[in-house]
């Protein structure tokens, strides 16, 4: 084989495995057209208690690492800003709008280590569970910058609504 057919056939495998992956994020967009994120401000007089620095990795399904959701304003990784509430959540991606979730969308929020994409040292990202307007939960994926996981985690989870335990006699 000439120099010249190697050139071209790596062009062309090349060139290939663009289009397949431009063809597949498209689907995925189609696919994923129908979920909003909850664009907005916090609600007037909301005392804000923390902001951190964070790199925003992925919005995935709930319990699915794997899984990337292409969600208008969440698709692609991003620099932001977290910052706390008392009354929930606001997420400021850079050149997107504010996306805020109201402390009663928030499920859950914990450290974890792996995501599309990401694999970091052991319970390095941090992992907000959140609602969207239909009840499904999704997986919000969170590097923070100059805090820990933990303390991200921590400072969320007082929005947290405290479930009924023990049984109902």
């Known amino acids: 084989m000439t120099q010249q057919a190697a050139i071209t056939i790596m062009i062309v495998a090349a060139l290939s495995l663009i289009a397949l992956g431009v063809w597949a994020w498209a689907r995925r967009s189609r696919r994923d057209r129908g979920i909003q994120a909850p664009v907005g401000e916090a609600p007037a007089g909301a005392t804000t208690t923390a902001v951190f620095p964070v790199l925003y990795v992925a919005t995935t399904r709930g319990g699915e690492p794997l899984e990337r959701l292409a969600i208008r ?3 692609y990784r991003s620099r932001a800003d977290l910052t706390v509430t008392d009354a929930g959540l606001a997420l ?5 709008p504010r996306v805020f979730l109201a402390s009663a969308r928030i499920a859950d929020v914990d450290q974890s280590t792996v995501t599309i994409d990401r694999v970091v040292e052991r ?5 907000l569970s959140w609602r969207l307007d239909d009840g499904t939960v999704v997986d919000t994926y969170l590097r923070p910058q100059e805090a820990s996981a933990r303390a991200v985690a921590d400072a969320v989870s007082g929005l947290l609504t405290p479930t009924q335990t023990g049984t109902d006699a």
């Open 123 to 127: 319970d390095g990202l941090v992992r």
């Open 92 to 96: 400021d991606l850079t050149g997107q």
């Open 73 to 75: 304003g969440l698709a």
